[in-house]
């Protein structure tokens, strides 16, 4: 059964928990500020597990966060302890791509269907996750406690963008064939293992906070703010990196050589 107490603990909501979407706002800000994405697990060759006690123990009761999977996975659980329902999408990434390159659907987010309306709800896109769910109603523009947002028709899918300093980007494209479980487990699989996944070779991690986002690509780290220009630094060493990670990202870096190493790959890459 899901431990719908210490998730809304591990997150700072103690607000209502009737299924309104007062509710899914408020939620869908407090996940991120709190859940960073990263992908330590995947870089250092070790297995994400999606049943829900592994969740429950990496993302709740371990000061660790992860990437799309985990992260929807568990505010679906969350969502439908409150009496909210929710339905798996997966999409194809599509962020600083040619609007014509065709991508496996690699993303996973959430169909909320609430007060007659459905919405797009995902707490699990790195350093752009929409902060607030987005109505899936083509062509508005949607404020969000950080960026606006929106839904666009693209031929038969549907895609979500955000208007980064001024300009529409796309971040992916979606149907509304639902998703299972095992459906989920496959795209993981992928996500995971695959010599071209983006989340084995390359360190990610993201947080939201009031004003700003914090963002880590291998050893470069930078402060999006949303009304001052993106400042960065290049971090220098393994210990500056774990150091980056824990206060910034609140995260309990593993003790593993395998995690060690894997950090000192990323940095001798950049």
Same mark, same amino acid.
């Given at each position: 059964?899901?431990? #719908?107490?210490?998730?809304?603990?591990?997150?700072?909501?103690?607000?209502?928990?009737?299924?309104?979407?007062?509710? /899914?706002?408020? +939620?869908? #800000?407090?996940?991120?500020? $709190?859940? =960073?994405?990263?992908?330590?697990?995947?870089?250092?060759?070790? =297995?994400?597990?999606?049943? +829900?006690?592994?969740? *429950?123990?990496?993302?709740?009761?371990?000061?660790?966060?992860?990437?799309?999977?985990?992260?929807?996975?568990?505010? @679906?659980?969350?969502?439908?302890? #409150?009496?909210?329902?929710?339905?798996?999408?997966? $999409?194809?990434? %599509?962020?600083?791509? =040619?609007?014509?390159?065709?991508?496996?659907?690699? &993303?996973?987010?959430? /169909?909320? *269907?609430?007060?007659?309306?459905? &919405?797009?709800?995902?707490?699990?896109?790195?350093? /752009?996750?929409?902060?607030?769910?987005?109505?899936?109603?083509?062509?508005?523009?949607?404020?969000?406690?950080?960026?606006?947002?929106?839904?666009?028709? %693209?031929?038969?899918?549907?895609?979500?963008?955000?208007?980064?300093?001024? *300009?529409?980007?796309?971040?992916?494209?979606?149907?509304?064939?639902?998703?299972?479980?095992?459906?989920?487990?496959?795209?993981?699989?992928?996500?995971?293992? &695959?010599?071209?996944?983006?989340?084995?070779?390359?360190? %990610?991690?993201?947080?939201?906070?009031?004003?700003?986002?914090?963002?880590?690509?291998?050893?470069?780290?930078?402060?999006?703010? +949303? @009304?001052? $220009?993106?400042?960065?630094?290049? #971090?220098?060493?393994?210990?500056?990196?774990?150091?980056?990670?824990?206060?910034?990202?609140?995260?309990?870096?593993?003790?593993?050589?395998?995690?060690? *190493? $894997?950090?000192?790959?990323?940095?001798?890459?950049?």
């Amino acid at each position: 059964m899901f431990d #719908l107490d210490s998730y809304l603990q591990r997150i700072g909501y103690a607000g209502s928990r009737s299924p309104t979407l007062e509710t /899914l706002r408020a +939620l869908q #800000l407090h996940h991120p500020l $709190a859940i =960073p994405f990263e992908n330590l697990d995947t870089l250092s060759g070790r =297995p994400v597990r999606l049943d +829900l006690g592994s969740l *429950e123990r990496k993302l709740v009761h371990g000061r660790r966060g992860g990437y799309c999977f985990e992260h929807n996975l568990l505010f @679906k659980h969350a969502l439908e302890a #409150l009496g909210f329902g929710a339905t798996a999408l997966a $999409a194809r990434v %599509v962020w600083e791509r =040619p609007a014509d390159d065709l991508r496996a659907r690699t &993303h996973m987010v959430l /169909l909320v *269907e609430l007060e007659g309306a459905p &919405h797009v709800c995902d707490v699990g896109f790195g350093g /752009l996750t929409p902060t607030a769910p987005v109505a899936l109603t083509p062509g508005v523009e949607q404020a969000t406690p950080h960026e606006t947002f929106r839904v666009v028709r %693209v031929a038969s899918e549907f895609a979500v963008e955000a208007l980064v300093r001024g *300009e529409w980007k796309r971040l992916y494209r979606f149907d509304l064939q639902e998703q299972q479980q095992v459906d989920i487990e496959v795209l993981n699989h992928y996500v995971m293992s &695959h010599a071209d996944s983006p989340m084995r070779g390359r360190l %990610v991690a993201a947080r939201v906070a009031g004003d700003r986002r914090f963002g880590l690509g291998n050893g470069v780290f930078k402060v999006h703010s +949303l @009304k001052a $220009a993106t400042e960065q630094r290049r #971090l220098g060493s393994v210990t500056e990196l774990k150091r980056v990670l824990a206060t910034t990202f609140g995260l309990d870096v593993p003790s593993e050589r395998e995690v060690d *190493e $894997a950090l000192e790959r990323v940095l001798a890459a950049e």
